[in-house]
């Protein structure tokens, strides 16, 4: 463990020694700013309104952080591919992988090691993010209890994302490519429902299950169901599995 | 400390490694000499634990690579072809990383520093300690990687052409290093270089195509190749049959001529062995009336033992007896 946990240290490093680290976590405060400034603005604009007595009251909760979080959920889409993509791919390239390979450390070190240190990055993301709710609290009431939610949801959902690219990562030694197929695969996900509106009812429940972001609407409403959880926890499992028979195929080609 | 037993290397229909098999005693330094392509990486990412061997064996530092690669690769330093790197880390946050990864567990973090400080010294790059690692030069990311390798104070130390891409000071240099490390490790080196096979190594195997084809000293593969002595003689022909004359002198097996020129033409005289013959060959060709111009012992150097070797291989696959086989045979059994 102490390994692994080395081995995120140097990565979370890595990200914040190259302009990647900041470039990733700047460009998704602002998107996120401009979400939350948007939805902030009609949020006080309706409940102006309301005030004066047009629709009923308005709570925060519903009207602004809960589309919030849905709408982070597209960034994170777009952001997370590019975070992964170098995980394995930049080490197979420059040659850095023969000293993780030849270290006295496990295949599972190096990859929980390098899901920990992705996971850093997109955590410190979402703190960030924690800025505009604060401002929240300052001038309104809104329930902490699911914005909790939302948040482990967030930090899940990106979890497959990363466990995702972590894998699709380590079958290429070109980042572009492993992050454009991260991106793609992800979108794969993302979308998979849709096709289950023409589709038989069991169909269009396996498909709707497999959607990444469907799991995620229970948690943006402030639900935390253990289905959901074990989804996400399982998906995480099954992507870092698929990275060490990777690695380890990768062994045996040389 | 290290012994290799029958390992093959097959990647797909190529053939990398084949059969090869040798040992290094404790404390010894082996070169590993071999044409591009020979094989030389391939083995070593074996012995390392890089990669898997199709067949065969390795025990490094008493532990099987295969079967406990942890405790082999615990006590095993290594250098790849290209140093590894990470750009964006300075020298010392990149060896305290190694350290980190290499070095038993309990160590504390201040003796990690400590050992962090001292293999920067040891390898003279301490000047550079707080510089990014992208931004050295190649003799200096050559010995961060050699730093790195030497980390944790292995007993075993792998090195894949330690001097490429070293300028001639920084060659003395590591060499000298290489040759400190005798004694405290097991070093084994892959080169192209033949001289520094001849100043570090105590003992070479070379290999071409993939398998053994020498063990030896590099003294006595001088010796065993150089078979018979030969001499280079040039002559002025004028008014004589200088390849008759040669070929009379007592002693002289083989004549060949080695150029010809107008009026005097060089010739390669093979001699029997531990026979000196030049008094007689001087004597021979100004009683003949000839002129002597040049006379000059021909000697085979570790770079013609080298061609001889691994171009023997590829014309004549089949035939054994050249010293050639004989010194791998001698050598796969010491």
Redesign the interface.
Known sequence: M??AL??A??EL??YF??PIGWVICGLFSLIFGWFFYTYLEYFVRNSMQSDMGQGGPMNINLSLIRPLFSNATVIILFVLPSITMRTYSEEKR?????????????DWEIIIGKFLGAMGLYCSMLAATMVYMAILFAYGQPEWKPLVAGYLGLVLMGGCFISMGLFISSLTKNQIIAGIATFIAGLMFWVINWLGDNASPTTAAILSYLSITEHFDDFAKGVVDTKHLIFYLSFIAFGLFLTSKSVDTE???? | MIEVQHLT?R?GPVT?VDDISFRVEQGEILGFLGPNGAGKT?TM?IL?????ATDGKAIVAGFDVFAKP??A??R?G?L???P??????TVR?YLT??A???MP?KTTAADRRARVEAIMKKTFVDDMAARHCGKLSKGYRQRVGLA?ALIHDPEVLILDEPTAGLDPKQIIETRDLVRSLKGDHTVVLSTHILPEVAQTCERVVIINKGRVVAVDTPENLTRQLRGSSSLYVQVDVTGGDAHATLRSVPGVTKVDVADRHEGFVGYELHAEQQRDVRRDVARAIVDRGMGLLEMRPMRMSLEDIFLQLTTNEQSAPGEAPTPAGQAAEGGSHA
Do not use: C, H
């Not at chain 1, 062994?251 to 040389?254: D, E, H, Q, T």
């Not at chain 2, 390392?48 to 898997?52: K, W």
């Not at chain 2, 590894?84 to 880390?89: A, F, G, K, R, S």
């Open positions: 102490r390994n080395a081995i240290g140097k490093r890595g020694a190259s420059s040659g850095t992988i023969e000293l993780l390979l030849t270290s006295p450390v496990t062994r045996w080609k040389g | 290397k990647y990398a391939t990412r390392t634990g890089y990669m898997p942890i405790d690769k615990a095993t290594y790849p072809e290209t590894p790197l990470y750009p964006d880390m946050e990383f190694v980190k990864l290499k567990k790195q």
